[in-house]
């Protein structure tokens, strides 16, 4: 069983960086490949997609509200996956999600959280204005 455990959610005041990091824990028979990608839900909104990237680390994609502020990166050495956020909002003010999908390419990318096999419990970011 692969489990994406999160961390480094924190508050921070608008204009702030932070820094949140995911391990991909489990047994080494288990470690296939996975895409992985970050989520996050807002209290009354639905959970979207925020940041994603290929096994490979080939490819990555972001939501266009994160465009410019935030950077996804991964090391498959350490099954680690980092997010980078920058000149942050308000509105990023979140819990923000982990997972892990199962893929058979190493290039691909999911935005959709239907294509994603496994979640963390995930990590609260606030922002203050």
């Known amino acids: 069983q692969v489990q994406p455990v999160e961390s480094g959610g924190s508050s921070v005041q608008a204009g702030g960086s932070l820094r949140l990091s995911c391990v991909l824990s489990?047994?080494?028979?288990?470690?296939?490949?996975?895409?992985m990608g970050w989520f996050r839900q807002a209290p009354g909104k639905d959970r979207e997609f925020v940041a994603c990237?290929?096994?490979?680390?080939?490819?990555?994609d972001y939501a266009d509200s994160v465009k410019g502020r935030f950077t996804i990166s991964r090391d498959r050495a350490k099954n680690t996956m980092d997010l980078q956020m920058s000149s942050m909002k308000p509105e990023d003010t979140a819990v923000y999600y982990c997972a892990a999908a199962a893929t058979l390419s190493g290039s691909r990318v999911y935005s959709s959280p239907t294509s994603y096999n496994y979640w963390g419990q995930g990590t609260q970011v606030t922002v203050s204005s």
């Open positions: 489990g047994s080494t028979r288990d470690r296939g490949a996975y895409a």
């Open positions: 990237v290929s096994w490979s680390s080939e490819n990555s």
